[in-house]
């Protein structure tokens, strides 16, 4: 009962930043457990070739599907796929992304197994006979600790949240059948629109520029991008009012009700932090703040903050930026 | 195009006001809830609305409002009904335990038999933002299931779904019956206007016991977060620009 099933998200043939934080968790919980990482990835011909990467970040195991019904993301096959893995005995727990995906597949696993579910965990640990973990309530005012008894017990993981670790373990392949037909699921995905391949995702990336309305224009997201290209793997997000008053697209836009982030660095343009908008960022690790308002609510979770008018002080920012990363 | 019937099923949740300034109770393990507000849960409403849609444009119908927990989440079931559904069910518990898998068997007890074509959530709720019920409950069930809903057309027993990924967004077909979840801002939900708070009043609006079953899972602790270091100003305007930079290198080495 001490080995650990993981399942690894790809898109596109690549596996996701979130799958390899995915494989960090499974391995410290595998080694507190005295167990293995089963890495299950079920993907079309040819991610076998991901196999490499799993073993690379901790996988004792991979289990892999080969099955056209996998090309893209099939909630069916899926959780019959891995509730059946999971049900045959030796997992003490499953660890899936909370990503869009993962939150549709996480609660369908733990419903077919009957076990208990932790979704979107910020911290995860394994305490004698019980899983316990911590994770954001209540727009992230509050933190609550579950405890889940029996095994497997399901949980997700807040994207971002946890280290990308290289841990080199033997990644033996052992391939596994779907349980049934995976390309006669009632849920079909018919297209899938790709986002600009220019465009790192919010959740892949380690610098996050953020702009509110302090911005003034739309046009001024420019200078957003602007620092966010000096910084290297950045990637620009804003405000549930200026997606609202779609200077931004929706998808854009971080806060209680949009994307939940954590990078190394968010950078907060003109953006006065409603409660709304620090339940997406909060987690973040360094949080930088410029705004003309003194009073606003960011700075009281600023790491450091700057008074004054984004405008003027951005194209400075960009240039020091610019100076400092001269060389990489 | 002559009337079709649509049946649905639309399962709410009563929320904490989120503006309250949070204290955790006696136990350690709770909220102390004294003098809180509530609402029907923000995504809740635009799964209310996409139902009251859809029975407007099927012609014929009926949206149901399922909702568990104690007598006071009649309150917001009765709201729905002021919106335009049809009847209320008040799934009675004591309080709404903190596992996911306990409140997905009570609603699909409830939901097995009852013939719905759609059984719609909000994506989440904004309190405890687990987005568990209500792929439970379709598995439960063992019916098609769409997360995250953001477009919805429905025709000829059959659905068709957009749902938004990170950078990238998706189509779904699904056949119906079918257990959707609704994202936010998918549609305007309406407002409840005094005609239709009077017409509420009059709904039919059933309670019976919630059937929890057995929990694996428990909130042991509740907790304020860790605090942030109180924020910092290091100064103002360009001429802070510098020293910002140098934090960034040498302080929360980011640079």
């Known amino acids: ?328 | 195009m002559g009337r079709s019937t649509v049946k649905i099923a639309v399962c709410i949740k009563r929320v904490i006001d989120m503006e309250t300034r949070f204290r955790v109770a006696g136990d350690g393990a709770s909220i102390d809830e004294t003098g809180a507000k509530y609402d029907v849960n923000d995504f809740d409403s635009y799964a209310i609305e996409a139902a009251l849609q859809l029975r407007e444009k099927a012609g014929a119908g009926e949206v149901a409002i399922v909702s568990l927990g104690p007598v006071a989440v009649q309150e917001q079931i009765r709201k729905a009904l002021s919106m335009g559904a049809d009847r209320g069910i008040h799934l009675a518990a004591e309080k709404v335990p903190a596992d996911s898998l306990a409140i997905a068997r009570a609603l699909a007890a409830e939901l097995k038999t009852a013939g719905f074509d759609l059984v719609l959530f909000g994506k989440m709720s904004i309190d405890s933002s687990s987005q568990a019920v209500g792929p439970m409950v379709a598995e439960l069930l063992d019916l098609p299931l769409v997360t995250a809903v953001s477009s919805l057309t429905v025709e000829g027993g059959k659905g068709t779904a957009g749902r938004a990924l990170e950078g990238a967004s998706e189509t779904l077909s699904f056949p119906l019956p079918a257990v959707l979840t609704i994202d936010e801002g998918m549609n305007t939900p309406r407002l409840p206007n005094l005609k239709g708070i009077m017409a509420a009043k009059k709904k039919p609006l059933e309670s019976r016991p919630a059937q929890l079953g057995e929990t694996r899972l428990s909130t042991t602790r509740v907790e304020l977060p860790a605090e942030r270091p109180a924020g910092r100003i290091i100064g103002e305007g360009v001429a802070a620009v510098p020293e910002l930079i140098r934090l960034l290198q040498t302080e929360a080495k980011v640079l």
């Open chain 1, 1 to 328: 009962m001490a080995n650990v099933l993981v399942v690894a998200e790809h898109r596109g043939g690549d596996l996701r930043k979130v799958a390899l934080e995915a494989m960090s968790v499974a391995r410290s919980l595998a080694n507190a457990a005295g167990g293995e990482v089963h890495a299950l990835l079920a993907g079309p011909a040819g991610i076998a070739d991901r196999q490499v990467q799993l073993a690379a970040h901790g996988a004792d195991v991979v289990l892999l599907a080969e099955h056209p019904g996998f090309t893209n993301y099939n909630g069916e096959a899926l959780t019959a796929l891995v509730a059946a893995r999971a049900s045959s005995g030796g997992y003490r727990a499953v660890v899936i992304s909370a990503s869009v995906h993962g939150r549709d597949l996480a609660p369908r696993i733990a419903a077919r197994l009957g076990a208990g579910y932790a979704a979107d965990a910020v911290s995860v640990a394994i305490d004698g006979d019980r899983l316990v973990a911590r994770r954001p309530i209540n727009t992230g005012k509050l933190t609550a600790t579950l405890t889940i008894a029996g095994a497997p017990a399901v949980v997700s993981l807040r994207p971002g949240m946890f280290p990308v670790v290289e841990q080199p373990r033997p990644g033996r392949v052992e391939r596994i059948e779907p349980v049934g037909d995976p390309s006669t699921s009632r849920v079909v995905i018919t297209a899938v629109q790709q986002g600009s391949s220019a465009k790192l995702d919010l959740s892949e990336a380690s610098v996050i520029v953020a702009g509110g309305r302090g911005l003034k224009a739309p046009e001024n997201f420019s200078l957003a991008e602007e620092l966010a290209g000096a910084f290297g793997r950045a990637a620009v997000g804003c405000t549930r009012a200026v997606s609202d008053d779609g200077w931004r697209p929706h998808s854009d836009q971080i806060g209680q009700t949009g994307r939940v982030v954590s990078p190394d660095l968010y950078i907060a343009l003109g953006i006065s932090g409603a409660v709304q908008h620090l339940a997406g960022m909060r987690t973040s690790r360094t949080i930088v703040a410029i705004n003309k308002d003194r009073e606003a609510p960011i700075f009281k979770v600023a790491d450091y903050g700057i008074v004054g008018d984004v405008l003027e002080i951005v194209p400075a920012l960009i240039a020091g930026v610019r100076e400092a990363r001269k060389g990489h």
